[in-house]
């Protein structure tokens, strides 16, 4: 009997970028190669150097025609992007147009590709503490911190409207305007809703819950966002709607996480509190960004280039072999590909494993002495990987 074809490869861009960013893709790429072993899954990487290193050297953010090999590939894994100007300094590295370097992989990817929601997932995995206090003390339950972030990914203080004005060569005004459409609001808040239905509700209630984080009462983009937002939402009456002061909600966000499904803000809110959404489940090591579009996906740690840390085989790589296990839950659900989700479950639960077996982590987990190196973190999650994708029968 012939064996049936393979299956075309799926063709995965990389963008190291800048920093560690080089070190935690290489740990992604090792495990999806260890899914593509376990699976009939196959897929192609095509790596396109970018960012403030490459922009350093050539005076451009990557070269001629990686925008068309982003536009053709079936997802893109985005490492870290940025270095400061100066060596040792904390003024970011800038274009000639003001912009930072390495700015057309990060953000001009996301309004190219027309990658409208920014959506992170917030949740704290069994063994995993989180950052709120200063002595690292472990207090929720790790079910009570479990919802989804869903922002605006191209408009509003992302849209580039503003300048500085200079005259006689000193600044002395700078504006930078904010822009809030209907079209935009809509796409991102039926994205909340949809999430929400294919969810089981906030830890607290198992309620399924759509929070929208505004300042209505002093902007107005937030009071169209918010006019749409109960347009929306009467048409999904099975999911609660709130709005919350941005102000506020960082309260609450901190005192009662179990109450919260999924949240949904516009782009520069959305931005700021997702960082202290990171810090409910353990740091940006194990934090995932997703930025998505109704074509095209890329997926990324959310954490930085950290340059002083490049080199030296320590950094967190769980973010991003999260991330890699978006991007295939992402791909699998888009193409209707049950192997593609099998494998992004089979990921996530090898991460589950290690974590809660407490070894190998590194030190942001764990602390210096019981550091382990990064490659000793990815090479457990590729042996867990084994228990959760049970090798192929020989045909």
Known sequence: MTAAPAADPYRIALLPGDGIGGEVTAQAVQVL????????????????????????????????????RCASADAILLGAIGLPAQEGGHGSLLRSDGKMAGWSAIVG???KLDLYANVRPVKLYPGVRH?????????????????????????????????????????????????VTRASSERVIRLAFETAMAREGAPGDKTRR?????????????????????????????????????????QWLVRRPEHYDVVVAPNMFGDIITELGSALQGGMGVSVGCNVGARHGMFEP?????PKHA??????????????????????????????????????????????????????????ERAAPMTAVTSAVVDQLAEHLPARAAS
Not at 353 to 367: F, N, Q
């Open 210 to 250: 759509v929070t929208a984080v505004v300042k209505d009462n002093i902007l107005y983009g937030c009071r169209l966002f918010v006019k749409v937002l109960e347009e929306v939402g009467a048409e999904y009456p099975q999911v609660e709607v709130e709005t919350i002061l941005v102000d506020a909600f960082t």
């Open 311 to 368: 080199g030296k085989n320590r950094v967190n790589p769980l973010a991003s072999i999260l991330s890699a296990g978006q991007a295939l839950l992402w791909l699998g659900t888009r193409r209707s590909d049950p192997e593609l989700l099998r494998a992004a479950g089979a990921v996530e639960a090898a991460v589950c494993d290690v974590l809660a077996a407490g070894e190998p982590l590194t030190y942001d987990l764990v602390g210096t």
């Open 33 to 68: 190669e260890a899914v593509g072993g376990l699976t009939d899954l196959r897929f192609d990487f095509d790596e396109i150097p970018a960012g403030a290193a490459y922009y350093r050297e050539h005076g451009r953010d990557w070269p001629e025609g990686s925008e068309e």
């Open 131 to 179: 950052y709120v206090s200063g002595s690292h003390k472990q207090v929720w339950d790790p079910e009570n911190v479990d919802m989804v972030f869903i922002r605006e990914n191209t408009e509003d203080l992302y849209a580039g409207s503003g300048g500085i004005l200079a005259p006689g060569g000193v600044a002395q005004v700078a504006t930078d305007t904010r822009i």
């Open 302 to 306: 959310i954490h930085g280039s950290a």
């Open 109 to 111: 990817n996301r309004i």
